[in-house]
């Protein structure tokens, strides 16, 4: 909460998940805006969080995978000019939302095929029933999320 509170505009490409989580959430609890970006192979993604307005990302997904279902960026390697499209997008995103221009990826994904050169879009609504979004949020304060994600190992 403390890295976050001086800005105005959250970008997250961290290639683990409970860091990934953490953001989300923290963005979700103090209403940032949040651009995240992930890449893993020859795929990327983009989506903007508009806490209040839109779809987070536990509304995409709720839990983290189970460590070891998703191989790392260090196993599964990474092109080096694919963070440099997904960096790009993202940067173009927080433009859009400084500049009030476009539509925002709020409730929606962009994939990225590297393979097929070619993007789509997909809906994501927000989901009632998120555990940090919700109309009924069970999370309401930062967690421990190096725990809840090691004990997903069990
Ligand atoms: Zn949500």
């Given at each position: 909460m403390d890295l976050i509170k001086d800005y105005d505009i959250v970008v997250d490409g961290s290639d683990n998940f409970p860091t990934r989580y953490l953001v989300n959430d923290a963005c979700v609890l103090t209403g940032k805006p949040l651009v995240s970006g992930a890449i893993l192979r020859f795929e990327g993604q983009v989506t903007t969080i508009l806490p209040g307005e839109g779809h987070c990302y536990r509304c995409l997904f709720e839990e983290p995978p189970p460590p070891g279902l998703v191989p790392s960026c260090q196993e599964?390697?990474?092109?080096?000019?694919l963070p440099g499209v997904i960096g790009g997008l993202q940067a173009m995103e927080v433009l859009k939302l400084i500049l009030g221009k476009g539509e925002p990826l709020s409730n929606q994904l962009l994939i990225y095929d590297a393979l097929k050169a070619s993007f789509r879009r997909v809906r994501v609504p927000r989901n009632?029933?998120?555990?940090?979004?919700?109309?009924?949020?069970?999370?309401?304060e930062l967690q421990d999320y190096e725990a809840e994600y090691c004990q997903m190992r069990f």
């Open positions: 599964a390697g990474v092109l080096g000019a009632p029933e998120c555990p940090v979004c919700g109309e009924n949020p069970r999370i309401t």
